[in-house]
Antibody
Framework: EVQLVESGGGLVQPGGSLRLSCAAS????????MNWVRQAPGRGLVWVSR????????VYADSVKGRFTISRDNAKNTVYLQMNSLRVEDTAVYYC??????????WGLGTLVTVSS | DIVMTQTPLSSPVTLGQPASISCRSS???????????LSWLHQGPGQPPRLLIY???NRFSGVPDRFSGSGAGTDFTLKISRVEGEDVGVYYC?????????FGQGTKLEIK
C-alpha cells in the first residue's frame, strides 16, 4: 500500500523557517518524481515544487522561488521542503504527492503550516 | 503560467443523474512530446485530493468507470454518468504540460 506521511508543520512567525518532511513507502521512491502542493484554508490547490528522481532537477512556483528548497534522500525514502523567509500568505496545508504522467497520483494527508505573529 | 478555468464553480446534482464539469486552459496543453497532460482530481470533504483521470481520458487505478474525461487542445470535460453519494466534494482540473503545474479553481459538487 502506498503511503505518504508529511510532518514538520506548525506555527512560525513571519520571517521564520520550517522544514517539512514526507516519508514514502509502498512504491519505488527512488524512481519517482515528487511534488509539494499547498492549500490555504478554504481555498484551492496550488502547486509549489517538484523534484526529479535524480534529486538534481527541481522546479518551483514563482511565489516560493528563492525562499523554498525541495530535496530528497532516496536512502531514507523521504522528500523535504525547506521553507525560509516565511510569509503570512504561506499559511496552508502542505501536501506531498508522487508524480504520475505530469500529474499527481498518491497524496499524503498533509501538514499544516501557520505563519503568524 | 497557464491559467485553468473551470465551469461551473458549483453543481447541485440529483443522485443517479449525470454531471459534467468543463475546464479551459489559457493555451494549448499539447506537450512537445505529443501528449496532453490534463488531469482531474477529486477532493472529498476533509480528505486529500485523489487522482481520477490523467492525460485527458485515462482512468487511474481503481477509479469507477462512471467517470470519463474528454477534450483536446484547450477545452476539456469531466463527466460522471450517474452521481453517487461518495462523489460529493470539489473537483479540480490540473495541467502538467508546462511548469509550473496549475489547477483550476475547483468545482463543488453537491447533492440536491
Amino acid at each position: 500500500e502506498v503511503q505518504l506521511v508529511e510532518s514538520g508543520g506548525g506555527l512560525v512567525q513571519p520571517g521564520g523557517s520550517l522544514r517539512l518532511s514526507c516519508a514514502a513507502s509502498g512504491f519505488s521512491f527512488s524512481d519517482a518524481w515528487m511534488n509539494w502542493v499547498r492549500q490555504a484554508p478554504g481555498r484551492g490547490l496550488v502547486w509549489v515544487s517538484r523534484i526529479h528522481s535524480n534529486g538534481r532537477d527541481t522546479v518551483y512556483a514563482d511565489s516560493v522561488k528563492g525562499r523554498f528548497t525541495i530535496s530528497r534522500d532516496n536512502a531514507k525514502n523521504t522528500v523535504y521542503l525547506q521553507m525560509n523567509s516565511l510569509r503570512v500568505e504561506d499559511t496552508a496545508v502542505y501536501y506531498c504527492a508522487s508524480d504520475w504522467f505530469y500529474s499527481t497520483d498518491y497524496w499524503g494527508l498533509g501538514t499544516l503550516v501557520t505563519v503568524s505573529s | 503560467d497557464i491559467v485553468m478555468t473551470q465551469t461551473p464553480l458549483s453543481s447541485p446534482v440529483t443522485l443517479g443523474q449525470p454531471a459534467s464539469i468543463s475546464c479551459r486552459s489559457s493555451q494549448s496543453l499539447v506537450h512537445s512530446d505529443g501528449n496532453t497532460y490534463l488531469s482531474w482530481l477529486h477532493q472529498g470533504p476533509g480528505q486529500p485530493p485523489r487522482l481520477l483521470i490523467y492525460k485527458i481520458s485515462n482512468r487511474f487505478s481503481g477509479v469507477p468507470d462512471r467517470f470519463s474525461g474528454s477534450g483536446a487542445g484547450t477545452d476539456f470535460t469531466l463527466k460522471i454518468s450517474r452521481v453517487e453519494g461518495e462523489d460529493v466534494g470539489v473537483y479540480y482540473c490540473m495541467q502538467g504540460t508546462q511548469a509550473p503545474y496549475t489547477f483550476g479553481q475547483g468545482t463543488k459538487l453537491e447533492i440536491k
